[in-house]
């Protein structure tokens, strides 16, 4: 899929808080294609409104980020993690036809 997302335009990039230890044996033990980037103080979290209340934990958001920098959509899933590979399946797709 991740191909498919970047034939289609894509860039995908990968934001939490864990440390660059966690990101490299999360990225090894799921062979991720893509960067995974530290947000030690939050502040990306924060900007993207990602944090929950009192900022006790984050949300699982996938944002598309168009050309001018703006959202253009989002999903929020916080316990259905393949909600968001759907959701980016159905992106691919669409890129891929409108190529």
């Known amino acids: ?46 900007a993207y409104d990602a944090l929950l209340p009192f900022g006790i934990g984050l949300r699982r958001v996938t944002y598309l980020i168009n050309q001018q920098q703006i959202i253009a959509e989002a999903l929020e899933a916080n316990l259905n993690v393949g909600e968001h590979l759907d959701w980016l399946q159905a992106f691919a797709k669409k890129a891929k036809l409108s190529e």
């Open 1 to 46: 899929m991740h191909e498919d997302l970047r034939l289609g335009g894509a860039q995908v990039v990968g934001v939490s808080p864990q440390s660059a230890a966690s990101h490299r044996a999360f990225a090894t033990r799921y062979q991720l294609p893509f960067p995974l980037l530290v947000d030690q103080n939050k502040r990306v979290a924060r």
